[in-house]
């Protein structure tokens, strides 16, 4: 290990070197292979610590790794890099990435493991910029996580560009781990690429705009993703549908010209009692015949969010090999005001029995959520998780860093929260009182209303929840209000402009938990 202080000087001549190195670059790196490396940095810009394989490629390249960071000043503070150029090594280009303070661990206060998210921040700090640059290979370090190293890469290199283009579309380097391993790091590595790259599946399927991505064309695509990897998907119709009596789900598919359909997704590994997700396909959502606002609804193409999280999480576990049983429950449809559209006031007949008083044609998630929570009971799963871009109060109450879930199981609630910690992608519990469902069930002419007469907003989030609860009796429940997180933030630097795939990473950790654990 080395550990160096130094003093801030020569800004001047090497601004001018490292100029001088990038002028000549661009065309030179177009075949070429970049690396990122990793040192360590604390707030008071006096303390840097080259990992073990910076400081072994340091010793290699005679010290002149170290003078050169020296030289740039204190510019590798956390999340932060500086790339130079021929310093007479194999690697043209070299990114080096700031970690923060070596052995950064779980931080109770923000409940995130903070050492794998500075390696994930890190590591897709230093891609990016060799992305820029434009090299089409890059070797990264596992800088102590390759895991969350190998996360951090594969998903900051990715951005929706499907319809740009082709000359302009940003080029993806193939990425590959660097550095002297062993069979752990390689195999953390290879599931830290499987994580993130699920995660882009989701990414992509959300992000889609809906005339590309309706409910048939979404079941195509995930028939043919996950029947290669030996996934049974079935494709209910409207007929099947109307069988079942899911007259919830059916009522917010009559405004649209696209049919819907319902997804059934079946992942068999195991012997034991099956986890069963549950994801909102509204592939888009224009409120009905309550209306939403026309600024900003073409984010709406994303309402189908945990739908594609559903999707890209079995997926992984697929590509993983999980010793589990997984079932994903999918109700797809478009929300779409017409003359066949429901009105605000009419009644639905669930799936269950219950009558429901639509009061709000935009409060569709519950509705389609509904019927396919009571068919899951079908299977007699151990757990169910629904997943779904369900209220903005959420987003007003947790903002973007975590989502809500709303859950009947402490023990089962603790150990998603546990994998959110890990996963660097977070989630709180929210409350499942009975005041919140008093609203609801105080009709005198149905059985329930899908939402409540209150202020607007006012624990609305907390609300859906209830009603949702109406449609699971028994058994292990969890929803995950996924709305405040659909959406890129400046909380997440390794995500590029545009819808998330959040939380993929965090279930396909939860369910590896439990796999490993025998659940």
């Known amino acids: 290990m080395y550990v160096a202080s130094f003093r801030i000087f020569k800004k ?36 840097l610590k080259l990992t073990p394989t ?126 002297e391993e062993n069979a752990g790091e390689r195999a953390a590595w290879d599931k830290g690429v499987i994580k993130a790259q699920a995660q882009n599946v989701a990414r992509k399927l959300a992000d889609t705009p809906a005339n590309h991505m309706t409910p048939t064309i979404f079941a195509q695509n995930t028939s043919e993703l996950l029947t290669a990897l030996g996934v049974k998907v079935i494709v209910r119709d409207k007929t099947w549908a109307e069988s079942k009596k899911m007259g919830s789900f059916l009522s917010v598919a009559r405004g649209s010209a696209e049919p819907p359909v319902f997804l059934e997704l079946h992942y068999s590994a195991a012997a034991n009692k099956p986890i069963t997700l549950v994801g909102k396909g509204v592939t888009f959502d224009s409120g009905g015949i309550s209306l939403k606002p026309s600024n900003k609804m073409d984010e709406m193409r994303g309402d189908m969010g945990g739908a594609a999280c559903v999707v890209a999480t079995i997926y992984a576990v697929s590509l993983l090999k999980l010793n589990v049983n997984l079932i994903g429950l999918i109700p797809l449809t478009e929300n779409m005001p017409s003359g066949s559209a429901t009105k605000p006031g009419d009644v639905v007949y669930a799936m269950n029995g219950k009558s429901i008083i639509v009061d709000d044609t935009d409060a569709e998630g519950r509705l389609i959520l509904a019927d396919a929570l009571y068919y899951a009971q079908e299977f007699n799963p151990q757990l169910i998780v629904d997943i779904a871009t369900l ?20 023990p089962f609630f603790q150990k998603l929260q546990r994998a959110s910690a890990i996963s660097g992608d977070r989630v709180w519990r929210m409350p499942l009182w009975k005041c919140y469902s008093k609203g609801l069930t105080g009709s005198a002419s149905s059985d329930l209303l899908n939402i409540t007469k209150g202020p607007p907003g006012r624990g609305g989030s907390c609300i859906a929840a209830a009603f949702l609860k109406e449609f699971v009796p028994k058994g292990n429940w969890m929803h995950m209000d996924i709305a405040g997180v659909m959406e890129t933030s400046e909380k997440l630097p390794y995500l590029a402009k545009g819808m998330t795939g959040r939380p993929t990473r965090t279930l396909v950790e939860f369910i590896s938990a439990l796999a490993t654990s025998g659940a």
């Not at 070197?17 to 360590?40: C, Q």
């Not at 999340?79 to 080096?96: D, E, T």
């Not at 209220?391 to 402490?410: D, E, K, Q, W």
């Open 12 to 47: 001047f001549t090497v601004s001018k070197l490292i100029y001088a190195r990038m002028s000549t670059a661009s065309d030179y790196l177009k075949e070429k292979t970049g690396l990122v490396l990793g040192v360590y940095t604390a707030d008071n810009a006096e303390y």
């Open 54 to 179: 910076a400081q072994k490629f340091n010793e290699k390249s005679n010290g002149i790794l170290l003078d050169n960071i020296k030289l740039a000043g204190p510019a590798v503070d956390k999340g932060k890099g500086q790339v130079f150029y021929n310093l007479g090594s194999q690697f043209p280009v070299i990114a080096v990435v700031g970690l923060g303070l070596d052995g950064a661990d779980y931080d109770e206060q923000e409940d995130i493991d903070e050492g794998q998210e500075n390696v994930r921040i890190a590591a897709s700090k230093g891609c990016r910029m060799l992305q820029e640059v434009g090299v089409s290979k890059i070797l990264l370090e596992g800088m102590g996580k390759p895991e969350a190293a190998a996360e951090g890469a594969t998903l900051g290199l990715w951005l929706f560009q499907e319809f740009k283009n082709k000359d302009k579309q940003k080029k993806i380097p193939q990425l590959e781990l660097y550095g």
């Open 391 to 410: 209220t903005g109060a959420i987003r007003v109450a947790l903002g973007s860093p975590a989502c809500g879930v709303f859950s009947n199981s402490t």
